[in-house]
């Protein structure tokens, strides 16, 4: 059933008042619902300024629910932005001090990244690849949703991933100062330059590691007769898992590729031959994998191609 329409005097009212009184007042004058009036005015252009007439009940309720509750509890009440809301309490010194456990929708284990295990190790590894910082915690993507699956296994997470229609990529966003934190004590570089200066890290179990950012940037393929084991990163990352790769799977040192257009900034490091790429793949994988920790695709890729 399509919704009642708005008419020329609804539509003055809201330009004439929304802006400084907010949509709980409009509502109460026109018959509509708050967000009925929120999502009419952005759709005509009514940007709501902070809110200009605060009346002693309003201010009173900030008194004494503001501390506990704070901006989002009473702005929904009151019928402001929640930024107004914080704004004058701040101007009325009332504070709050958000205890971060009561209000957490998600839970996820968020020590896990403070355990030096090869399951912190693989998830690590899997973030490095194809992971990034954000403000309050860390975001994983790929097409591929049964990685995410297995990552929040891992994890014990709760947290849904959402699909960007645009490039058919999935997010996994966990939400967490602490593990924020924990992520940039366990990397040796600035970590908003990680596409560019991204350095292999020293205190974590190698092979899990390794296996986990192969699972996210490398590559294992089969041309006529023999395979080849792929891995992107940033050069000094690379050379860092090399030498994991040179000591524990007795191989040479090879040069880099570096893909047009990268400007050597981000490069390849590629392995050619059945006997290379078996020993890599044995160390990474194990055969069968022993520890349970690794993700069924390249591996089972590999087994197919073996057979």
């Known amino acids: 059933m399509p919704g009642r329409l708005w008419t020329q005097a609804e539509a003055q009212y809201v330009r004439d008042f929304y802006p400084s009184f907010g949509s709980a007042f409009c509502a109460a004058q026109i018959d509509r619902a708050p967000y009925a009036i929120r999502m009419y005015a952005k759709s005509i252009g009514v940007v709501s300024a902070s809110r200009v007439h605060w009346t002693a009940a309003d201010e009173q309720f900030l008194q004494q629910n503001y501390p506990e509750h704070g901006p989002e509890f009473c702005s929904k009440y009151i019928g402001c932005g929640r930024d107004a809301a914080r704004q004058r309490a701040n101007e009325l010194g009332f504070s709050f001090k958000r205890q971060k456990w009561q209000y957490r929708k998600h839970q996820f284990n968020q020590s896990f990244f403070s ?8 998830v690590f590894g899997f973030w490095m690849a194809d992971g990034c910082l954000t403000r309050d ?7 591929d949703t049964r990685i995410l699956d297995y990552i929040q296994v891992l994890l014990g997470s709760d947290y849904p991933y959402y699909l960007n229609k645009d490039n058919g990529v999935s997010h996994l966003k966990v939400c967490s100062v602490k593990v924020r934190e924990d992520i940039k004590k366990l990397c040796l570089f600035d970590l908003s330059k990680k596409t560019s200066e991204a350095r292999y890290p020293e205190d974590v179990d190698h092979r899990s590691f ?11 393929c089969y041309s ?7 891995i992107t990163g940033t050069p000094e990352f690379l050379w860092g898992l090399q030498k994991q790769l040179m000591s524990y799977c ?3 040192q090879t040069k880099f590729s570096s893909p047009q257009g990268k400007n050597g900034l981000v490069v390849v490091l590629r392995y050619y ?3 290379q790429v ?6 990474l994988y194990g055969d069968p994998p022993e520890d349970g920790i690794f993700l069924d695709g390249k591996y089972a890729k590999y087994q197919r191609l073996l057979g």
């Open 250 to 252: 007795d191989l040479r």
């Open 137 to 143: 915690g860390l975001d994983f993507a790929q097409k």
């Open 278 to 283: 078996s020993r890599i793949m044995g160390w």
């Open 224 to 230: 006529r007769t023999s395979f080849s084991f792929s």
């Open 273 to 275: 031959g059945n006997r």
């Open 210 to 220: 390794i296996r986990g950012y192969f699972e996210g940037d490398g590559c294992i």
């Open 115 to 122: 355990n030096n295990s090869e399951e912190t190790a693989f």
